[in-house]
């Protein structure tokens, strides 16, 4: 995970390294070189990335530079970044007022017609863990259009939030939740927990009950969206549904996987303790490196210091042993960094570069230039057309 271990790949063709270092010198930038973005809205950032970074880079050609780029990302950077996993944010209006009562209205009725006939409605064991009354929209409905909904507005404003691809995201569970205090025994909270999912939300349908929202205890925080409106946050942080003390509450629950097993793999390897230092230290998804600090051997200064060493050695008590000695421990003491430009580099050169200053001091930072392209909005507001299809 560390920058050393990604890039040593590089180094396996051990016969390209002093063609490489070579290229990489011609590359220099001077002190006073002024890099001007390449894309409109763009800025220029200079990033010190602390070692064990996580961080993944992959060249990528633009027709518009002709140059090839480095694009930063991350093996998932909801779960590098660490400050990610207690944000919660609330979208407004994902839902009308009649769209909220349409789907309570359904829900309820779908329940009393399987009681009719004898079956179970409201379930309370589909999630034996954290149980919930609750029933899958699925059933409600028939189909997956309540899911396709919420998947075309509200994903993306997540996705978004978090700095994700909305493409590789999908809605993996959704289902209406009934918190009662009017029911015997009903159920009216649901203790701390943290969901299986990487990514969770919650739509109000109603509001005219007292008490409830979704509290969370590590940051003392309770959110109450107004009816309509979502509340998204990490699957991971450690939340509960609060009290309701008079009436009825219903809301949606979505669950958010990855359409990929690489959230799975990603996992196993995690560790919060060391990964997601180059997310807390600046480094975004989508960022494109234009520059790297490389660090090598300062020929001038290993020259000076061999002239400097023989004339210490020139008497005869001194013998070849401690002129090699003496050579090597203060040659590796003299790097000179340097900031090179990454336009035209083979994968080659770039492990060399990225692996360079670490090589010589495993605690050195990765300095980098980056362009920082504006994120661009995919979200759509929602369509009351397509709302007045949610129901049969």
């Known amino acids: 995970k560390s920058l050393k271990y990604v890039f040593m790949c590089g180094f396996l063709y051990g016969g390209d390294k002093s063609r490489a270092q070579i290229s990489l010198e011609n590359n220099v930038l001077q002190e006073n070189t002024r890099l001007e973005p390449y894309f409109l809205g763009s800025s220029i950032e200079h990033l010190s990335i602390p070692p064990i970074s996580g961080l993944v880079v992959t060249p990528w050609s633009s027709n518009e530079t002709s140059d090839q780029l480095w694009i930063g990302r991350f093996q998932h950077s909801i779960l590098a970044i660490r400050s990610h996993w207690i944000s919660a944010y609330i979208v407004d209006g994902i839902l009308s007022h009649k769209a909220c009562e349409a789907i309570i209205s359904d829900s309820e009725k779908y329940a009393t017609d399987?009681?009719?006939?004898?079956?179970?409605?409201?379930?309370?064991?589909?999630?034996?863990?954290?149980?919930?009354?609750?029933?899958?929209?699925?059933?409600?409905?028939?189909?997956?259009?309540?899911?396709?909904?919420?998947?075309?507005?509200?994903?993306?404003?997540?996705?978004?939030?978090?700095?994700?691809?909305?493409?590789?995201?999908?809605?993996?569970?959704?289902?209406?939740?009934?918190?009662?205090s009017e029911i015997v025994g009903g159920q009216t909270q649901l203790k701390s927990h943290r969901d299986r999912s990487p990514f969770s939300f919650v739509v109000a349908l109603n509001d005219d009950f007292d008490g409830g929202g979704t509290f969370f205890p590590q940051l003392n925080q309770l959110w109450q969206p107004q009816k309509g409106s979502s509340l998204i946050f990490h699957g991971q942080s450690l939340h509960g549904g609060a009290e309701i003390t008079r009436g009825t509450r219903y809301i949606v629950t979505g669950f958010v996987e990855y359409k990929n097993d690489s959230h799975v793999a990603f996992m196993k390897n995690y560790l919060p303790e060391t990964d997601g230092t180059a997310a807390r230290y600046g480094f975004r998804q989508g960022d494109i490196?234009?520059?790297?600090?490389?660090?090598?051997?300062?020929?001038?200064?290993?020259?000076?210091?061999?002239?400097?060493?023989?004339?210490?050695?020139?008497?005869?008590?001194?013998?070849?042993?401690?002129?090699?000695?003496?050579?090597?421990?203060?040659?590796?003491?003299?790097?000179?960094?340097?900031?090179?430009?990454?336009?035209?580099?083979?994968?080659?050169?770039?492990?060399?570069?990225?692996?360079?200053?670490?090589?010589?001091?495993?605690?050195?930072?990765?300095?980098?230039?980056?362009?920082?392209?504006?994120?661009?909005?995919?979200?759509?507001?929602?369509n009351p057309d397509e709302e007045e299809n949610l129901t049969p």
């Open 114 to 180: 399987r009681e009719i006939l004898g079956k179970l409605g409201w379930q309370t064991d589909r999630h034996p863990e954290h149980s919930t009354t609750d029933l899958p929209a699925s059933t409600v409905y028939g189909d997956r259009r309540l899911h396709k909904y919420f998947e075309k507005y509200l994903l993306p404003v997540l996705s978004q939030r978090y700095n994700l691809d909305n493409d590789d995201l999908y809605i993996a569970d959704l289902f209406i939740v009934k918190y009662s």
């Open 289 to 382: 490196i234009r520059a790297i600090q490389i660090c090598l051997p300062s020929r001038k200064k290993q020259e000076e210091e061999e002239d400097s060493n023989a004339e210490m050695c020139s008497s005869d008590s001194c013998n070849n042993r401690q002129l090699e000695s003496l050579s090597s421990s203060t040659a590796s003491q003299s790097i000179d960094k340097q900031m090179v430009s990454v336009s035209g580099m083979s994968s080659i050169e770039w492990s060399i570069a990225a692996s360079s200053c670490e090589l010589h001091d495993p605690t050195a930072n990765t300095v980098l230039i980056v362009e920082r392209r504006k994120m661009v909005s995919r979200m759509q507001r929602p």
